[in-house]
C-alpha cells in the first residue's frame, strides 16, 4: 500500500515537471531553427540562454528513478526527445547542429568561396569565414592567407545578410596593415556587388582617437613625439632635462645606471651563468666596473657600488694571519679595505640567516670566519643577500666606512675599465617600455609599489623600489609634457576609448575583426573586448602566438594564449596549411618554436612545392669573413638561376632578404656586387621589421654565440614584470619565436650565417636536434660537435697544458671536455 502511494506522488512530481521540459526543448527547436535561418551559426550566446532556460528541480533524480522505468516507456516521442535533449551537453549538442550546418553553407556559398578571393578558400579558411560564433580566435600559421580569410569573413557576413556592411570594424596593428585591408576589401568584394565603401579598416590608434572624439564632442591630439614614433628620444630629452635641473634626480639616475643597472637571480644562483673568465684564478665569474673578476652577481654588485663612491678595496686579498691547516685552506676574505685595515664579508644568506639548502656545511664556514677575526681581533663587517635585496647592505656599508674616515666620493665619470655600466640609451628604452605596459595596464605609482612589495623576499625589491622612484619622476615629466602640449599618448587613448564605449557609448559595429591578435597590449584587447559586449555582437581575432615578437612594445601574448580569459566562451580554429613555405622549412621551424611548451600547437603543412635544399647553414672562418661568405652564395645563387638549376621567381628575378637580428648586421650586405646578380633582388630588413613580408629566399647571419648576435643575450630587464603579465619562463622565448620569423619568410631556401667555433645555440640546436648540417665557405663539411652535457653548447677546439682538446662553448658554466681524437671526457678543467 506504501509503495503504491509513493509511486503514484512519483509519477505525479514527474508528469509536472515533464511539460516543462517539453516546452522548453519545443522552444528551443524553434529558436535554434529560426536562429540558423535568420543568423546562421548557433553561438555560444544562443547555448548560454538556452541553459539558462532549462528546466531544472529533481528531474534528473526522476528520471534515474527504476519505479518510474515502466511510466516512462508510456511517454509519446515529443517528450522523449525532450528528455534526450535535456539530458544531454548542451553545447556538444548544439555544435552538432553547426557542423550540419557548415556543411550546408559549404554547398550553398560554394560559387562564393571559389571566388571572393584569387584562389578557392580552403576547407579551413571557408569553416573561419562561416562559424560566427560571438568570439572566435583564428590562429594562422605563417603564410597561411589570414587576410584572405578575414576579407572573405567580411563578405560573407554581407552576403548572407549577417551583418550590415557598416557594421563591420576592422582593427589593423598599423597603417600599413589598415590599409592593405582596407585595399583588399575594395578589389576582392566591390566586384561582387557587395558594399566594400561602407565596411571599416581602421588601426586601433586611429579608432580610439574617433570614439573619443564622438563620445566627447573633443577629438584630441596626439602628442606630435608619439605620431612621429619619436617616444624613446623624447623621453631621452626628459631625461636629460631632469639630471641637469634635478640634482637628487641625477644622483639617483646615475647610482642606478652605474650600480644597480643589473638585477640579481634567485637565491642560491648567485653564482651561475658567469659572464667572463679570469686566467689567473683559472675561474669563470663576473667582471666588475674596476675589471677583475668576482664569484658571484652580488659580490659584483658591492664591488661596483665601492668602485662608483670611489672606495679604495682588494678582492680576496690573503688574510693576514696563515690560516692554512689539515682542515683549512688560506683564507681569503671577500673584501678588505686598506686604508682602514677592514675586512669584509658577503654572505649568502638570507632573511632567517640561512643558506641556500643544496649549500652543505656553508654555516660552518661562516662561523669559523667570524671565530677566526675574533680570536685575531681584525676587523669584519658583514653583509649578506638579504641585505641587498632589502638595501640594508648599503646603509651598513655607508656607515661603517664612513664612521671609519672613509670619504664617499660618488662619480659616474670614473672610467670603468672592467664590465662597462648600462647604457643610457638602453635605460632610457627599459623605462618606456615600462611605462607603455604600466599605463596600458592601467597601474597607478602605488600599485606598482605594492607590487614590488608584494615581490618575494628572496628578490632585489630595492633595486625596484629605485627603479619605481625614478619611473615617478620621469613618468610626472612625460604626463607635464602632455599638458603642455595639449595631448594624449597612444596608451591614453585606448584607455580613454574603452572607458567611454564602457560606459555607453553606442558602437554602430556588430563585428569587429581583428589582425595580428598576438601583438595586441592589454588596452587594445579592452577596447576590443568593450566593443562586443552586448548581445549579438562578434568578434573574429586573427593571430599567431608563434609569432609574437613585440613584447617591447606592450604585447601581451596571454590575449592570444588565454582567449575565453579576455573575452569569453567561443570557437578556437585553425589555418594549418601554408602557402609560402615548402614543408621541410615547415617542419623545422614548427619543431624549433615548439620547444617552448607554452606556445599553441599546430601542424602546419604546406601546399608550395620543394626546391632543395630548403636549409644551407654556412661558417664563416671569422667575422671578417662572413660577407664574402654571403657574396659567395649569393653569387652562386644567381648563377643557379641564370642556368635553370634554380627556379626564376617573379617578374623575372628572385627575391632575396637579408635579415639582420639588428639593424647593424646591414653591414654584412655585399651592396657592391649587387649589380652583378641580375636574377637576384636583394634587400636588406631587420627581422622585426620584415614581419608580414616574404622572399623567395632568405640569408640569416650573425647566428653567433655573442651578446649582439642571434639569439640576442641583451635580455628584458627583470623589473618590467612589476608593469607586465606573467614571465615567460622558457629561455630565450621571444628570441626563439623571432628566429621563427625570420625562418618563415622565406618561399624557397633559407641560408644560416656563422662564424666557426662561434655557433649560435640556435643553430647548434638545428645541427644537434634535426640534423641541419654546417659546411664551410669552400663547400666542404664543417664539424659541429654539440655537447653532449649542456642544451646548447657546441665542443670547440681548445689549447691547454696537455696539448689541444675539446671544450664547451659554454664554459665555465658547463665544464665539460672531450679528447680531440678518443672522443672520451676528460676531467673538469677549464681552457
Given at each position: 500500500?506504501?509503495?503504491?502511494?509513493?509511486?503514484?506522488e512519483?509519477?505525479?512530481?514527474f508528469d509536472?515537471?515533464?511539460?516543462?521540459?517539453?516546452?522548453?526543448?519545443?522552444?528551443?527547436?524553434?529558436?535554434?531553427?529560426?536562429?540558423?535561418?535568420d543568423?546562421?551559426?548557433?553561438?555560444?550566446?544562443f547555448?548560454?540562454?538556452?541553459?539558462?532556460?532549462?528546466?531544472?528541480?529533481?528531474?534528473?533524480e526522476?528520471?534515474?528513478?527504476?519505479e518510474?522505468?515502466?511510466?516512462?516507456?508510456?511517454?509519446?516521442?515529443?517528450?522523449?526527445?525532450?528528455?534526450?535533449?535535456?539530458?544531454?551537453?548542451?553545447?556538444?549538442?548544439v555544435?552538432r547542429?553547426?557542423?550540419r550546418?557548415?556543411?550546408?553553407e559549404?554547398?550553398?556559398?560554394k560559387?562564393f568561396?571559389d571566388?571572393?578571393?584569387?584562389?578557392?578558400?580552403?576547407?579551413?579558411?571557408?569553416?573561419?569565414?562561416?562559424?560566427?560564433?560571438?568570439?572566435?580566435?583564428?590562429?594562422?600559421?605563417?603564410?597561411?592567407?589570414?587576410?584572405?580569410?578575414?576579407?572573405?569573413?567580411?563578405?560573407?557576413a554581407?552576403?548572407?545578410?549577417?551583418?550590415?556592411?557598416e557594421?563591420i570594424?576592422?582593427?589593423?596593428?598599423?597603417?600599413?596593415?589598415?590599409a592593405?585591408?582596407?585595399?583588399?576589401v575594395?578589389?576582392?568584394?566591390a566586384?561582387?556587388g557587395?558594399a566594400a565603401?561602407?565596411?571599416?579598416?581602421?588601426?586601433?590608434?586611429?579608432?580610439?582617437l574617433?570614439?573619443?572624439g564622438?563620445?566627447?564632442?573633443?577629438?584630441?591630439?596626439?602628442?606630435?613625439?608619439?605620431?612621429?614614433?619619436g617616444?624613446?628620444?623624447?623621453?631621452a630629452?626628459?631625461?636629460?632635462?631632469?639630471?641637469?635641473?634635478?640634482?637628487a634626480?641625477?644622483?639617483?639616475?646615475d647610482?642606478?645606471?652605474?650600480?644597480?643597472g643589473?638585477?640579481?637571480?634567485?637565491?642560491?644562483q648567485?653564482?651561475?651563468?658567469?659572464?667572463?673568465?679570469?686566467?689567473?684564478?683559472r675561474?669563470?665569474?663576473?667582471r666588475t666596473l674596476?675589471?677583475?673578476?668576482?664569484?658571484?652577481?652580488?659580490?659584483r654588485?658591492?664591488?661596483?657600488?665601492?668602485?662608483?663612491?670611489?672606495?679604495?678595496y682588494?678582492?680576496?686579498?690573503?688574510?693576514?694571519?696563515?690560516?692554512?691547516?689539515?682542515?683549512h685552506?688560506?683564507?681569503?676574505?671577500?673584501?678588505?679595505?686598506?686604508?682602514?685595515?677592514l675586512?669584509?664579508e658577503?654572505?649568502?644568506?638570507?632573511?632567517?640567516?640561512?643558506?641556500?639548502?643544496?649549500?652543505v656545511?656553508?654555516?660552518?664556514?661562516?662561523?669559523?670566519?667570524?671565530?677566526l677575526?675574533?680570536e685575531?681581533?681584525?676587523?669584519?663587517i658583514?653583509?649578506?643577500?638579504?641585505e641587498?635585496w632589502n638595501?640594508?647592505?648599503?646603509?651598513?656599508l655607508?656607515a661603517?666606512?664612513?664612521?671609519?674616515?672613509v670619504?664617499?666620493?660618488p662619480?659616474p665619470?670614473?672610467?670603468?675599465?672592467?664590465?662597462p655600466p648600462?647604457?643610457?640609451?638602453?635605460?632610457?628604452?627599459?623605462?618606456?617600455?615600462?611605462m607603455?605596459?604600466?599605463?596600458?595596464?592601467?597601474?597607478?605609482?602605488d600599485?606598482?609599489?605594492?607590487?614590488?612589495?608584494e615581490?618575494?623576499?628572496e628578490?632585489?625589491?630595492?633595486?625596484h623600489?629605485?627603479?619605481l622612484?625614478?619611473?615617478?619622476?620621469i613618468?610626472?615629466?612625460?604626463?607635464?609634457?602632455?599638458?603642455k602640449?595639449?595631448s594624449?599618448?597612444?596608451?591614453?587613448?585606448?584607455n580613454?576609448?574603452?572607458?567611454?564605449?564602457?560606459?555607453g557609448?553606442?558602437?554602430?559595429f556588430?563585428?569587429?575583426?581583428?589582425?595580428?591578435?598576438?601583438?595586441?597590449?592589454?588596452?587594445?584587447?579592452?577596447?576590443?573586448?568593450?566593443?562586443?559586449?552586448?548581445p549579438?555582437h562578434?568578434?573574429f581575432?586573427?593571430?599567431?602566438?608563434?609569432?609574437?615578437?613585440?613584447r617591447f612594445?606592450?604585447?601581451?601574448?596571454?590575449v592570444?594564449?588565454?582567449?575565453?580569459?579576455?573575452?569569453?566562451?567561443?570557437?578556437?580554429?585553425r589555418?594549418?596549411?601554408?602557402?609560402?613555405?615548402?614543408?621541410?622549412?615547415?617542419?623545422v621551424?614548427?619543431?624549433?618554436?615548439?620547444?617552448?611548451?607554452?606556445?599553441?600547437s599546430?601542424?602546419?603543412?604546406?601546399?608550395?612545392?620543394?626546391?632543395?635544399?630548403?636549409?644551407?647553414?654556412?661558417a664563416?672562418?671569422s667575422?671578417?669573413?662572413?660577407?664574402?661568405?654571403?657574396?659567395?652564395?649569393?653569387?652562386?645563387?644567381?648563377?643557379?638561376?641564370?642556368t635553370?638549376?634554380?627556379?626564376v621567381?617573379?617578374?623575372?628575378k628572385?627575391s632575396?632578404?637579408?635579415?639582420?637580428?639588428?639593424r647593424?648586421?646591414?653591414?654584412?650586405?655585399?651592396?657592391?656586387?649587387?649589380?652583378?646578380?641580375?636574377?637576384?633582388?636583394?634587400r636588406?630588413?631587420t627581422?622585426?621589421?620584415?614581419?608580414?613580408?616574404?622572399?623567395?629566399?632568405?640569408v640569416?647571419?650573425g647566428?653567433?654565440?655573442?651578446?649582439l648576435s642571434?639569439?640576442?643575450k641583451?635580455?628584458?630587464?627583470?623589473?618590467?614584470?612589476l608593469?607586465?603579465?606573467?614571465h615567460e619562463?622558457?629561455?630565450f622565448?621571444?628570441?626563439?619565436?623571432?628566429?621563427?620569423?625570420?625562418?618563415?619568410?622565406?618561399r624557397?631556401?633559407v641560408?644560416?650565417?656563422?662564424?666557426?667555433?662561434?655557433?649560435?645555440?640556435?643553430?647548434?640546436?638545428?645541427?644537434?636536434?634535426?640534423?641541419?648540417q654546417?659546411?664551410?665557405?669552400?663547400g666542404?663539411?664543417?664539424v659541429?660537435?654539440?655537447?653532449?652535457?649542456?642544451?646548447?653548447?657546441t665542443?670547440?677546439?681548445?689549447?691547454?697544458?696537455f696539448?689541444?682538446?675539446?671544450?664547451?662553448?659554454?664554459?665555465?658554466?658547463c665544464?665539460?671536455?672531450m679528447?680531440?681524437a678518443?672522443g672520451?671526457?676528460?676531467?673538469?678543467?677549464?681552457?
Amino acid at each position: 500500500m506504501l509503495a503504491s502511494i509513493r509511486l503514484a506522488e512519483l509519477i505525479e512530481e514527474f508528469d509536472k515537471l515533464c511539460p516543462l521540459v517539453t516546452g522548453w526543448a519545443r522552444d528551443f527547436f524553434a529558436a535554434a531553427k529560426s536562429h540558423q535561418r535568420d543568423s546562421g551559426w548557433l553561438t555560444s550566446d544562443f547555448t548560454r540562454t538556452w541553459e539558462q532556460r532549462k528546466p531544472t528541480g529533481r528531474f534528473a533524480e526522476l528520471l534515474a528513478s527504476p519505479e518510474l522505468e515502466e511510466h516512462r516507456r508510456d511517454l509519446g516521442g515529443e517528450d522523449l526527445q525532450a528528455i534526450e535533449l535535456w539530458s544531454s551537453d548542451l553545447a556538444q549538442y548544439v555544435s552538432r547542429w553547426n557542423e550540419r550546418f557548415l556543411d550546408q553553407e559549404l554547398i550553398s556559398y560554394k560559387s562564393f568561396f571559389d571566388n571572393v578571393e584569387r584562389s578557392p578558400l580552403t576547407d579551413e579558411q571557408s569553416r573561419a569565414v562561416v562559424c560566427f560564433d560571438n568570439r572566435v580566435q583564428l590562429v594562422a600559421a605563417a603564410g597561411s592567407g589570414k587576410t584572405s580569410t578575414m576579407i572573405a569573413k567580411a563578405g560573407y557576413a554581407v552576403h548572407r545578410g549577417l551583418v550590415a556592411p557598416e557594421q563591420i570594424l576592422m582593427l589593423a596593428f598599423n597603417s600599413k596593415a589598415a590599409a592593405e585591408l582596407q585595399e583588399r576589401v575594395t578589389e576582392r568584394l566591390a566586384p561582387l556587388g557587395l558594399a566594400a565603401d561602407r565596411i571599416v579598416a581602421r588601426t586601433f590608434h586611429s579608432f580610439g582617437l574617433a570614439v573619443i572624439g564622438q563620445a566627447t564632442g573633443r577629438k584630441p591630439s596626439l602628442a606630435p613625439w608619439v605620431e612621429r614614433g619619436g617616444d624613446v628620444e623624447k623621453l631621452a630629452r626628459i631625461v636629460d632635462e631632469l639630471r641637469d635641473t634635478d640634482a637628487a634626480f641625477r644622483t639617483e639616475w646615475d647610482l642606478f645606471r652605474m650600480v644597480f643597472g643589473r638585477d640579481l637571480p634567485e637565491f642560491g644562483q648567485e653564482e651561475a651563468d658567469p659572464d667572463d673568465w679570469d686566467p689567473v684564478t683559472r675561474r669563470g665569474g663576473f667582471r666588475t666596473l674596476a675589471g677583475e673578476v668576482v664569484k658571484s652577481q652580488g659580490e659584483r654588485l658591492i664591488a661596483d657600488w665601492l668602485y662608483y663612491n670611489g672606495v679604495e678595496y682588494r678582492y680576496e686579498r690573503r688574510y693576514e694571519i696563515d690560516t692554512a691547516n689539515a682542515s683549512h685552506g688560506q683564507y681569503h676574505p671577500d673584501f678588505y679595505y686598506p686604508d682602514i685595515n677592514l675586512y669584509h664579508e658577503h654572505f649568502a644568506l638570507d632573511q632567517n640567516g640561512l643558506p641556500p639548502e643544496e649549500f652543505v656545511g656553508y654555516l660552518d664556514g661562516v662561523h669559523w670566519k667570524r671565530v677566526l677575526h675574533a680570536e685575531h681581533g681584525t676587523a669584519l663587517i658583514e653583509t649578506t643577500m638579504a641585505e641587498l635585496w632589502n638595501g640594508k647592505a648599503f646603509a651598513t656599508l655607508t656607515a661603517e666606512l664612513t664612521s671609519r674616515g672613509v670619504v664617499l666620493d660618488p662619480n659616474p665619470g670614473r672610467p670603468a675599465v672592467g664590465q662597462p655600466p648600462i647604457d643610457n640609451q638602453r635605460l632610457v628604452s627599459t623605462f618606456r617600455s615600462f611605462m607603455v605596459h604600466a599605463k596600458s595596464n592601467r597601474l597607478t605609482d602605488d600599485q606598482l609599489l605594492t607590487r614590488a612589495g608584494e615581490e618575494s623576499r628572496e628578490r632585489f625589491r630595492f633595486r625596484h623600489e629605485k627603479f619605481l622612484q625614478l619611473y615617478r619622476t620621469i613618468r610626472q615629466r612625460w604626463e607635464d609634457e602632455l599638458v603642455k602640449h595639449d595631448s594624449i599618448d597612444f596608451e591614453d587613448m585606448l584607455n580613454l576609448a574603452a572607458d567611454h564605449v564602457e560606459a555607453g557609448w553606442k558602437s554602430p559595429f556588430r563585428l569587429v575583426m581583428v589582425d595580428e591578435l598576438q601583438d595586441v597590449s592589454a588596452a587594445r584587447a579592452r577596447l576590443a573586448r568593450a566593443l562586443v559586449t552586448e548581445p549579438n555582437h562578434y568578434l573574429f581575432a586573427v593571430g599567431d602566438d608563434w609569432q609574437s615578437i613585440n613584447r617591447f612594445a606592450g604585447a601581451d601574448l596571454s590575449v592570444m594564449t588565454d582567449f575565453e580569459g579576455w573575452f569569453g566562451k567561443g570557437e578556437t580554429l585553425r589555418l594549418e596549411r601554408t602557402f609560402r613555405c615548402p614543408q621541410p622549412i615547415c617542419d623545422v621551424s614548427s619543431r624549433f618554436v615548439l620547444k617552448n611548451p607554452q606556445q599553441l600547437s599546430k601542424q602546419v603543412v604546406s601546399s608550395t612545392p620543394e626546391h632543395p635544399p630548403a636549409f644551407v647553414a654556412i661558417a664563416a672562418n671569422s667575422d671578417e669573413h662572413v660577407q664574402s661568405v654571403i657574396r659567395k652564395h649569393l653569387a652562386e645563387l644567381n648563377d643557379r638561376i641564370a642556368t635553370g638549376i634554380a627556379p626564376v621567381g617573379r617578374g623575372g628575378k628572385a627575391s632575396l632578404f637579408i635579415l639582420g637580428r639588428y639593424r647593424h648586421h646591414e653591414s654584412l650586405v655585399p651592396h657592391a656586387a649587387i649589380k652583378q646578380w641580375p636574377h637576384l633582388d636583394v634587400r636588406f630588413s631587420t627581422i622585426h621589421a620584415s614581419k608580414g613580408l616574404e622572399a623567395d629566399y632568405v640569408v640569416i647571419p650573425g647566428l653567433t654565440r655573442d651578446k649582439l648576435s642571434f639569439p640576442s643575450k641583451i635580455a628584458d630587464d627583470p623589473v618590467l614584470r612589476l608593469a607586465m603579465p606573467a614571465h615567460e619562463a622558457f629561455p630565450f622565448a621571444e628570441e626563439r619565436r623571432l628566429f621563427y620569423v625570420a625562418i618563415t619568410r622565406a618561399r624557397r631556401s633559407v641560408t644560416l650565417v656563422t662564424v666557426r667555433n662561434r655557433v649560435s645555440p640556435f643553430l647548434a640546436e638545428l645541427v644537434k636536434e634535426q640534423g641541419l648540417q654546417l659546411r664551410d665557405a669552400e663547400g666542404g663539411h664543417a664539424v659541429v660537435i654539440p655537447c653532449p652535457d649542456c642544451s646548447d653548447g657546441t665542443m670547440v677546439p681548445r689549447a691547454g697544458k696537455f696539448g689541444q682538446f675539446y671544450g664547451c662553448t659554454n664554459y665555465p658554466k658547463c665544464r665539460k671536455t672531450m679528447k680531440e681524437a678518443e672522443g672520451v671526457a676528460l676531467t673538469d678543467t677549464g681552457p
